[in-house]
């Protein structure tokens, strides 16, 4: 606990007001009154990759890292502490150790809806049994797949899965959508079929938009499995943060990126962007907590913290 507590310390983003701080139970001190602002606490993983226990006790660099039961701890630990939560995951959350070879993702999808995931997107190790045994597992799933660019007509995914999905929590309206990558070269045709790739800028523009200026959402989020950042031209989140309006936060996954913090970058309009990736393995819990006003939601600023997935974490 003492170690998770230091993490958290050690990697809050500054620049907030004395109000937001006070929302954030920061400074009791403020002239503010705490009433007027809402809090948002966003965590996510990425690139899970059927780790459901953690790694083994045998002085390897991520030795008794990981795991469902502790990751379980961590964010019913977290949820008894605030109020508006929300849990997602960028990707891959298929293949990877034995029992998805055993039970071809049965247990992961169990596992994170025993967990209280609110949405996940598809990484391209998840059509590794191919997209029949990817909708095999779907009632397994109690929260969405959400997929903006994949065309899933003509497959058995067809109507499986929804192009964005908005969350309500305390009045703040949160729309997230969904990236995934190019799969011809990385995913063997006979295992996506005819799902289609559409261009994630395109599809990025069309969901933030339509997010942000027709369901008027206080915050954008879009999970992506397209990657962290390149060389050349190749589309990643970093190369997608500089182009997009109205996103707020990307969410990513697939390039295994570990970052202490998020990545502050400036959107097409100045605005500042987040781009976010924990790792793999669930090593990691990415957590976001915003501040948003209580009189028109809109938002104020923001912590984010790194917090480690231990076996010996306790309450």
Partial sequence: MAESKLNRRNFLKTGFSGAALLALGL???SLFAKDDFKKLTILHTNDV?????????????????????PRATLINKIRSEEENVLLLDAGDIFQGTPYFNLWGGELEMRMMSMLGYDAAIMGNHDFDNGVEGFVKQLPHANFPIISSNYDFRDTAMEGKSVPYKIFNKQGIKIGVYGLGIQLDGLVN???????KYLDPLAKAKEAESNLKLNHKCDLVICLSHLGFKYRGEKISDVALAGQLSYTDLIIGGHTHTFLNAPERLRNANGAEILVNQVGFAGI??????????????????????????EDNFKI
Avoid: M
């Fill in 189 to 195: 045709k006979a295992q996506y079929g005819n799902t």
């Fill in 284 to 309: 990691n819990l990415g957590r976001l907590d915003y501040v948003f006003s209580s009189k028109n939601s809109k938002k104020v600023s923001y912590t984010a913290a790194l917090e480690v997935v």
């Fill in 49 to 69: 990759h059927s780790r459901i226990d953690p790694f083994p006790q045998d002085g390897g660099p991520n030795a008794g890292r990981g795991g469902v039961a």
């Fill in 27 to 29: 400074n009791s001190e």
